[in-house]
């Protein structure tokens, strides 16, 4: 095991992490606000996959060109969710809200089964391929673009959270939404806007993911728990959070299955949940 | 004397009667179990795709060198009509059981047929055995379905010993043939069932032929990300690479290897993965090199036509809604269940044990196969002794049947090219 | 209800459940109420955790699979009666669950599932990977003849299956019962309501939710061990998967958490429905009865979040 292939691995554990943290951004995002994790976030992840390959197949859009347009979908995609579904369980006990999403999540998937078939779908020759090499290390381009892209996507949210008036309102929202509304903020409309956002992010993570990844009606699953698992271990509600988490995900899950074995890469990555966790119970930068 | 010769017609009657009112049934039903749903989805469809064209063939008439093609139906049973049951069993071995089971005795076929996944198809054939039903499996791969000791269960196609076997043959042929020593082998391998029994026959295959195994990978499949085993693959380089890996999973894998510039010299798989036709299709000259085990090569029409002609009919079925070509898994499922219907047929009846005694009595000759078999004849194990394992090799972009030599349609490349020199 | 009559039509009830094998034959009916007796005994053990006490897991499948290995295991390599094994695969799931619990506990809400996910995973992985028990390649239980009980393997008739996991459901139910209305009962849903409030109340909350913990894992590792017994092959695929752990925990939601007929309610009508549509439309490769499951599951959750039973208690208030 040699310093070249440990750094080689820390490239990709890093690359990736920023995907898994944008995917992970958009659930903190709406847990924040309304305290329900979204159990359909895997299948979000997997309509934005399948929304920029239909725009590739269909109309020869490369992945990077339609991105802004698979952000716009998941965008009312968010809110038409919220609208349709969450707006009815919001009092409802947590279990009931899991499920609501769970079951969102089942027929979300095999809707896509129905659609499109099992096939698996590959983005052939995108903008985007090939890699470089950095004194024998090598970085996929597909991989690099989408961790900047990530980064980007991250950086957008965090100064529409922080600097923004609608972001402040979220915020506001967040924090004390009888507060928020007696200010004049209208909930509704910012749970609305908190689902759109948050979907809207998957919907980038999963126009990057694209340009390398196979898509198909399951394909949001792996990625999902992973989002899991850094939006619990940055803290719930803690959208920079995420981005360390997100990291720390995939620099371990790829390090341990280097250093000790990739059978065992994600028992690793839970552990290392489990450990935090449990030393401090709110995540590492979460609010109780 | 009026009343003897009354009972007598009567007893006569009595005699002819139950004759006469036990026609022969007008239609044979079949039970089918695959995968339609979840992450093997495409394989059970495109099998299921398989049996559909197989019925076809035998109840519409047909000019194929092939059991019942030139028939209506089965003429040993006047002509009756084969009629399939479609089951999805969704990759559970429970669920596998009950609708064996509601197969038999709700619908009460007369058969069954299936299921793809070893663990089903043990629990499939279980109970088979229990009702005495035969069941006729044409694709599960685990040596181990076959020393059961079951009397109803029938394997038509090739399992991984067979296919092991196959690879380690071509490994020391090549050896011999360009004079090279290959010392090392690194087996990576899904965390399932076929990955987990394909890795343990190539690893106890690989210690008898005095190979060293210096990486042996489990991965969890389904992976978002394969950089570490890739990096480890690196790290470790052995001589030859075995992977076992479903579709997806494949994918990802020559990817990140492209990425990471990991160049194995020799890389042979256990299929799946690697014969879905999409596989070779998507990933274009990124697989150029690669070599796979495959029961059925689609590039041997051109010593036997009829399976140009097959894979026409098959591209041509109304539930291949994309045109697939007929592939591994499909072409044995074809293959196997032609191999039923004629045992059915032999047997002129739909009694268990009659279609069971047809069965032990198969002898199908090699051509009458699309299959590169010597035939199907089943030993005392229910095994198809007939069956023969070819490798495949992806060469300008199609696969071309490489061993043995005797049956190759092209000569093998080796090594592969590495990534830089790639084209 | 007068409580004669509610023990009346308790016992009219029973004694048409005890009645069915000699009234439905066929054996894949029989196999559609094994089903719901088996799926409405690991509701049932995670309501007692989840349900009175409140502490949400989402890895209930640990121990449904460690009762299936432990039972299968012992078997083979010492020949024990599975009954043995089902008693040392319930003391190993108890163990487990006193482990697991420990740190766990500590954890609420969200935290506390995604943690139990994790747990589950974590074992799932390993049992994938442990080569003695079969690893992903699974295990196969020996198949013994003739039917027996000590070898708890009957294989002319589904009849006897249908009494044990009848009676693994009254075992359950039983357990939910005298805990409902116990001071332990008591203690749990005070923890469920308010786990502060409870703890200033001097009430050890640890220990309790501990308890619950120890009565649920116990139950569901038997069902595990019927399990293995009645399909005789299992694999860490079907005995540890998280799906599994969700579909638990669903049926338990549809007929209603924290009560004491929801689980049963929940599994007599998700059980069947999920045959039918498997069965009418399972075949056809679209994934239609999943398509019809996840609207009815999100239907269930918007209309009626607290399950049949609330519908039911809904529709008795309106009348009475």
């Known amino acids: 095991m040699t310093l070249e292939v440990l750094l080689q691995g820390l490239i990709g554990g890093l690359l990736m992490g920023f995907v898994y943290a944008l995917i992970a951004a958009g659930l903190s995002l709406i847990f924040g606000l309304m305290e329900i994790v979204n159990f359909a976030h ?21 992945p990077l060109l339609s991105l802004p347009l698979t952000a716009a979908l998941l965008f009312l995609l968010g809110i038409a969710v919220y609208h349709g579904l969450i707006r009815w369980i919001l009092g409802a006990p947590m279990l009931a809200q899991i499920f609501a999403t769970f079951g969102l999540a089942v027929f979300l998937r095999s809707a896509a089964q129905a659609l499109w078939g099992v096939d698996f779908r590959l983005v052939k020759d995108p903008l985007v391929s090939g890699r470089i090499s950095l004194g024998g290390l090598f970085i996929g381009l597909p991989q690099l673009v989408a961790s900047v892209g990530a980064l980007a996507a991250f950086a957008f949210l965090y100064w529409l959270i922080r600097k ?30 908190g689902w759109g956002i948050g979907a809207a992010c998957v919907g980038v993570a999963g126009g990057l993911l694209t340009i390398f990844f196979y898509v198909f009606p399951d394909v949001g699953a792996s990625f999902a728990l992973l989002a899991y698992v850094a939006v619990a271990l940055g803290g719930f509600g803690n959208v920079p959070g995420t981005l360390a988490a997100g990291v720390v995900v995939g620099v371990v899950e790829v390090m341990s299955g280097l250093l000790i074995a990739p059978t065992l890469k994600y028992v690793t990555v839970f552990l290392i949940y489990l450990a935090v966790v449990l030393w401090r119970p709110q995540g590492l930068f979460g609010r109780f | 004397m009026a009343t003897r010769v009354t009972a007598l017609v009567l007893a006569l009657l009595a005699v002819i009667a139950p004759a006469a009112f036990a026609q022969t049934p007008k239609e044979v039903v079949i039970g089918v179990l695959y995968p339609l749903s979840g992450n093997a989805a495409q394989v059970g469809i495109d099998s299921a795709n398989a049996v559909r064209l197989a019925v076809d063939i035998i109840n ?10 030139r028939g209506e139906g089965l003429p040993g049973l006047g002509g009756a009509k084969i009629r399939v049951i479609f089951v999805d069993h969704q990759g559970k071995p429970d669920v596998g059981q009950a609708e064996a089971e509601r197969l038999i005795t709700q619908e009460k076929v007369h058969a ?9 198809t043990q629990t499939v054939a279980q109970v088979a055995e229990r009702y005495g039903v035969p069941h006729l499996n044409a694709e599960s791969s685990s040596p181990l379905l076959t020393e059961r000791g079951l009397k109803w269960f029938f394997r038509t196609s090739p399992h991984d010993g067979h296919f092991s076997q196959a690879m380690f043959d071509y490994i020391r042929d090549l050896e011999k043939r360009r004079n090279v020593k290959f010392k090392t082998v690194g087996i990576m391998h899904e965390a399932t069932q076929f990955g987990s029994d394909s890795a343990k026959v190539q690893e106890e295959l690989a210690a008898k032929y005095g190979y060293e195994v210096t990486v042996k990978i489990s991965y969890r499949d389904k992976a978002t990300n394969l950089d570490a085993e890739v990096g480890k693959l690196k790290a470790a380089n052995p001589d030859i690479l075995l992977p076992s890996s479903y579709t997806n999973d494949a994918i990802l894998f020559v990817k990140t290897a492209k990425n990471l510039d990991y160049n194995p010299k020799l890389l042979i ?22 070599i796979t085990r495959a029961p059925f090569a689609l590039d041997m029409a051109a010593k036997k036509p009829m399976i140009r002609q097959v894979n026409e009919m098959f591209k041509k079925l109304k539930d291949n ?23 059915i047929n032999r047997a002129k009846s739909v009694s268990p044990e009659e279609i069971r005694k047809a069965l032990v009595a198969t002898n199908i000759p090699a051509d009458q196969l699309i299959m590169p078999w010597t035939g199907v004849k089943f030993d005392e194990k229910g095994q198809n002794t007939g069956v023969r394992a070819i490798l495949q090799q992806v060469q300008n972009g199609a696969y071309a049947t490489i061993y043995p030599f005797e049956l190759a349609a092209a000569d093998p490349t080796f090594p592969l090219t590495p990534w830089k020199d790639r084209k | ?30 196999h559609v109420f094994i089903s719901i007796f088996l799926y409405a005994t690991l509701a049932q053990a995670w309501n007692l955790l989840a349900g009175y006490c409140g502490q949400i897991s989402l890895g209930h499948a640990v121990f449904f699979g460690t009762g299936a290995y432990t039972s299968s295991v012992l078997g083979k390599e010492l020949g024990l009666t599975p009954w043995a094994g089902m008693v040392a695969g319930v003391a190993l799931a108890v163990a487990l669950s006193q482990l697991i619990g420990y740190p766990v506990f500590r954890l609420r809400g969200h935290y506390l599932a995604i943690a139990t996910i994790a747990v589950g995973e974590i074992v799932q992985t390993l049992m994938l990977n442990w080569d003695w028990v079969g690893a992903a390649r699974g295990f196969f239980v020996p198949i013994k003849r003739p039917d027996s009980f000590v070898n708890f393997q009957f294989h002319q008739s589904k009849q006897t299956y249908y009494y044990i996991a009848l009676g693994l459901l009254l075992l359950a139910l039983g357990v939910a019962r005298r805990i409902e209305r116990s001071r332990t009962g008591f203690y749990f849903r005070a923890i469920r309501e308010d786990q502060d409030a409870a703890a200033s109340l001097g009430i050890p909350v640890a220990a309790y939710k501990q308890r619950a913990m120890a009565w649920s894992a116990g139950l569901t590792a038997m069902g595990g061990t019927f399990y293995a017994q009645y399909i005789l092959f299992i694999d860490p695929e079907s005995v540890f998967p998280l799906s599994l752990s969700i579909l638990i925990c669903l049926v338990a939601v549809l007929g209603g958490v924290g009560t004491l007929w929801g689980p049963l309610v929940g599994a007599a009508i998700l059980v069947p429905l999920s045959e039918g549509t498997r069965i009418y439309f399972g075949g056809t490769g679209k994934a239609i009865d999943l398509l019809i499951f996840g609207a009815l599951i999100m239907l269930i959750s918007v ?18």
């Not at chain 3, 023990?7 to 054996?27: C, Y």
Request: charged share 15%; no cysteine.
């Open chain 1, 42 to 62: 895997g299948e979000f992840l997997m309509l934005a996959m399948f929304a920029t390959f239909w725009a590739w197949a269909l109309a020869g859009l490369d």
């Open chain 1, 164 to 193: 923004t008036e609608t972001g402040r309102a979220l915020q506001a929202t967040a924090q004390d939404r009888q507060a928020a509304a007696l200010m004049g903020i209208d909930t509704q409309w910012m749970f609305a806007l």
């Open chain 2, 60 to 69: 519409a008439k047909h000019d194929l060198n092939l059991p019942l093609a």
């Open chain 2, 112 to 120: 069954v047929f299936g299921a793809y996944f070893s663990g089903v």
């Open chain 2, 269 to 290: 798989a256990q299929n799946a993965g690697w014969t879905d036709p999409t596989f070779v299709k998507e990933m274009g000259k990124d697989v150029e090199g690669h």
């Open chain 2, 321 to 343: 809604s994309t045109g697939r070509d007929i592939s591994d898994a499909p072409a044995r499922a074809f293959t196997g269940f032609l191999t039923l219907a004629d045992a």
């Open chain 3, 1 to 30: 209800m007068a409580p004669a009559l509610r023990w009346g039509l308790g016992a009219l009830a029973l004694a048409a459940l005890l009645a069915v094998p000699f009234v439905v034959t066929q054996p894949y009916p029989r």
């Open chain 3, 303 to 320: 209309v009626q979040p607290g399950g049949i039973m609330a519908l039911a208690q809904r529709g008795r208030r309106r009348t009475g």
